[in-house]
């Protein structure tokens, strides 16, 4: 898998050719984090060339979701290929990103990806670990991130829960996702990927109705006290397709 990372007035496009395995997920995720900060306000994953994608590439696609999250940034798939697209669609993940296509695609990405923007290149072969240089764009401002008022531990922790729930819900284990989404709202009860993607679980089965529910009315009181359009969006949608 070779994986180009670019840069620029706070927008991140990863793109990644190849496949996106187990062991090339460590790198990849070592490279974007390395390049994530509060001044990131879009984060792009070009898609179009990834040619399989397994369980742990999925995981380490919703782990940059989360870190996304965590700095409010907003994270797109850009034009994921056909291959990448049935995966998604099986794991039922496709429901938690935000998905961009055809002339909303090329609109999204620009002349981001070109060689003055290019902070990151990670080529076939890179050993696991292996620690990303970044040079970020000299126009680009770098903050401190906010203190947190919990152990970024419990953070890492959370990562770690709605990881394990991803891949719970890939193979069809609603309960099991349903306990590690549990468990990550233990940690953070206004965490709103969480929970989104506790009541998306829910939704899965119909004596589930109402507590897919109360996960979607929960959550759209939190977006709307936090000034969360993305979030209050989707409950407002989801909750009128229960209630419909």
């Known amino acids: 898998m070779t994986t180009n990372v670019f840069l620029a007035e706070g927008r991140l496009l990863v793109r990644i050719e190849g496949r996106l395995i187990l062991d090339e997920c460590e790198p990849l995720k070592k490279a974007v984090q390395a390049a994530l900060s509060p001044a990131v306000s879009t984060v792009l994953v070009d898609l179009s060339k990834t040619e399989f994608i397994d369980s742990a590439g999925l995981g380490t696609l919703v782990g940059i979701k989360i870190k996304c999250n965590q700095i409010k940034a907003r994270m797109t798939l850009v034009s994921p290929s056909v291959a990448v697209e049935e995966v998604l669609a099986i794991s039922k993940l ?32 890179t050993p696991a670990g292996t620690a990303p240089s970044v040079q970020p764009a000299e126009n680009l401002r770098i903050e401190e991130p906010p203190p947190r008022a919990k152990d970024p531990k419990i953070y890492e922790r959370i990562d770690e829960l709605c990881r394990n729930a991803a891949e ?16 990550a709202i233990e940690l953070d009860g206004e965490y709103l990927p969480a929970r989104n993607n506790l009541a998306v679980v829910y939704e899965k089965r119909p004596e589930w109705r109402q507590k897919a529910t109360d996960q979607w009315e929960i959550v759209l009181r939190l977006s709307d006290r936090m000034n969360d359009v993305k979030h209050k969006e989707r409950a407002e949608k989801h909750l009128q397709a229960l209630r419909g």
């Open 168 to 183: 719970a819900l890939r193979r069809g284990n609603y309960e099991e996702s349903i306990r590690y989404y549990g468990e």
């Open 94 to 125: 496709h429901e938690i990103f935000e998905v961009a296509t055809g002339e909303e695609a090329k609109k999204l990405v620009g002349s981001l990806a070109s060689e003055e923007n290019l902070i990151r290149t990670l080529g076939p072969g």
